[in-house]
């Protein structure tokens, strides 16, 4: 017969075991949390994939560079070349105002949905003829430029398909008509047209000569500001999710209104007046040649390349903030941390009462725990996320319910699951604080460490082991 102290010894062994096995499969439910992670990534590629389809059948993110003057000239033939080469230089506007009003809709594949826009556009802008003219001076003064062609204003638009058909143009009285293309190597999609005051050389040779000689001041701001130097453009414009502006003028101002109620502003600069209500957002930029270095940026475009011209590019996404992918893959994280609170629940329970709990029960609670996250992702693919999340969350608080009800008793599953309850509502809190979900999720699990550490601060688990086999141990007739 066993004695006592021997029965202690065993009981103290067990409990130890005991602990080492739930830590072990503790790591082990890791495995299907990975696997969930990886059906949620798997999800999201099909969600870029549907995003690639849409974008080759409407149009893809849009950037826009805003208008921009371009003189062209051709140069004298290279050493075995017959023909002349024809470049350009890239002269910045005066000013240039943009007005844009998207609108929003949802275009579907399955069950997926991604937001595109029509944008209505109305640019104005105004030519800096003494910038220009100093230009066509400087090229003519150059040996190896034979001519200066007629100059036009180009609109580049990064995705051609998106441009409506119905382009409307006023420079000063006189409707222009434009033409497909802008001539610019890095931005060849969009829409470019002339200028009717310069058609030929003579008009270009005589605007050098008249402006950039010199003249009074006052003259050359009188006949700068000259109704026939300002033009008008509009044009409806299409794209999926982003808008880019890339900014060309010595002083643009931009005006964006849609009824998208959730933008995320990006880029070189944000906006200088913003607006954002359920029922949709307004926002306006401000930005000068000083802050965006324009005329350096454009010279740089028209000799070697225009990636510093992008580089200032500013815009708005619109942006889902509702993500099923990202909104799973957030609690995901908070996975182990359920699923070790409970386990170290259960194995206080068991250590301090007079309850045996198998290694295979806590398995299934930690199963469960783990299934909660797919039923999440696959509800959320097609209801709303809150709704998604009651049911998954509901839906596991029952089963644990009636599960742990033949195990720890009705009286203590019911106050195991409603602390569960509480976590969940709780988690769901903090995935929708975008801002502070890291600070309020690591004080939370600050606060369940505390709580769980103060509850059982005076717990003597050696000699709750000793009760335990005490309990075990036959009493001598």
């Known amino acids: 017969m066993q004695t006592q102290r021997e029965?202690?010894?065993?009981?103290?062994?067990?409990?130890?075991?005991?602990?080492?096995?739930?830590?072990?499969?503790?790591?082990?439910?890791?495995?299907?949390?990975?696997?969930i992670r990886g059906?949620?990534?798997?999800?999201?590629?099909?969600?870029?994939?549907?995003?690639?389809?849409?974008?080759?059948?409407?149009?893809?993110?849009?950037?826009?560079?805003?208008?921009?003057?371009?003189?062209?000239?051709?140069?004298?033939?290279?050493?075995?070349?017959?023909?002349?080469?024809?470049?350009?230089?890239?002269?910045?506007?005066?000013?240039?105002?943009?007005?844009?009003?998207?609108?929003?809709?949802?275009?579907?594949?399955?069950?997926?949905?991604?937001?595109?826009?029509?944008?209505?556009?109305?640019?104005?802008?105004r030519i800096d003829r003494v910038h220009w003219a100093r230009s066509i001076k400087d090229l003519l003064a150059k040996k190896n430029v034979t001519s200066v062609l007629p100059a036009y204003i180009a609109v580049g638009v990064s995705d051609q398909r998106g441009i409506d058909n119905n382009i409307g143009v006023q420079v000063g009285e006189q409707s222009v008509k434009a033409t497909?293309?802008?001539?610019?190597?890095?931005?060849?999609?969009?829409?470019?047209?002339?200028?009717?005051?310069?058609?030929?050389?003579?008009?270009?040779?005589?605007?050098a000569t008249t402006f950039a000689g010199p003249k009074h001041v006052n003259a050359i701001a009188q006949n700068s500001t000259a109704e026939k130097d300002q033009f008008v453009v509009n044009f409806a414009m299409r794209g999926m999710s982003n808008l880019r502006l890339i900014p060309t003028a010595s002083s643009l101002n931009v005006r964006l209104h849609s009824r998208w109620p959730h933008p995320k502003f990006h880029g070189a600069f944000l906006p200088r007046e913003k607006n954002i209500t359920p029922q949709g957002f307004s926002a306006a930029w401000r930005v000068n040649g000083f802050n965006a270095n324009s005329e350096e940026r454009l010279q740089s475009c028209s000799d070697s390349g225009c990636?510093?011209?992008?580089?200032?590019?500013?815009?708005?996404?619109?942006?889902?903030?509702?993500?099923?992918?990202?909104?799973?893959?957030?609690?995901?994280?908070?996975?182990?941390?359920?699923?070790?609170?409970?386990?170290?629940?259960?194995?206080?329970?068991?250590?301090?009462?007079?309850?045996?709990?198998?290694?295979?029960?806590?398995?299934?609670?930690?199963?469960?725990?783990?299934?909660?996250?797919?039923?999440?992702?696959a509800l959320a693919e097609h209801i709303p996320f809150y709704a998604a999340y009651t049911i998954a969350a509901g839906?596991?608080?029952?089963?644990?319910?009636?599960?742990?009800?033949?195990?720890?008793?009705?009286?203590?599953?019911?106050?195991?699951?409603?602390?569960?309850v509480v976590l969940y509502a709780k988690l769901y809190v903090i995935l929708q604080m975008e801002d502070f979900a890291l600070l309020m999720g690591s004080l939370l699990m600050f606060a369940l460490l505390a709580l769980l550490m103060i509850t059982t601060r005076n717990i003597r688990w050696h000699q709750a082991a000793d009760q335990k086999a005490s309990a075990l141990v036959p009493t001598a007739r």
């Open 180 to 207: 497909p293309g802008t001539g610019i190597a890095d931005y060849e999609g969009g829409f470019s047209f002339l200028l009717p005051q310069a058609q030929n050389q003579d008009e270009l040779t005589a605007i």
């Open 7 to 35: 029965t202690k010894y065993c009981a103290q062994t067990r409990l130890t075991i005991k602990a080492g096995v739930i830590l072990i499969l503790s790591l082990c439910l890791l495995i299907p949390l990975s696997m």
């Open 395 to 420: 839906s596991c608080c029952l089963l644990l319910l009636e599960y742990l009800s033949a195990m720890l008793g009705r009286r203590r599953a019911a106050i195991f699951c409603g602390c569960l």
């Open 307 to 377: 990636k510093a011209l992008a580089d200032t590019g500013f815009g708005v996404e619109l942006f889902q903030p509702v993500d099923a992918y990202l909104q799973t893959e957030r609690a995901l994280k908070y996975g182990i941390l359920f699923i070790a609170i409970c386990f170290v629940a259960f194995f206080t329970f068991e250590s301090v009462g007079a309850i045996n709990i198998h290694p295979i029960q806590y398995a299934l609670v930690g199963v469960t725990l783990a299934i909660f996250y797919l039923l999440l992702l």
């Open 39 to 125: 059906q949620i990534n798997e999800r999201g590629n099909y969600l870029q994939e549907v995003k690639r389809d849409i974008a080759s059948s409407w149009t893809g993110n849009q950037t826009l560079l805003t208008p921009v003057l371009v003189q062209p000239y051709t140069t004298q033939p290279a050493s075995g070349d017959s023909l002349p080469k024809t470049r350009y230089t890239l002269v910045p506007l005066l000013e240039s105002q943009l007005l844009v009003d998207a609108t929003v809709e949802m275009r579907a594949r399955g069950i997926y949905r991604v937001p595109v826009y029509t944008a209505d556009l109305v640019i104005s802008g």
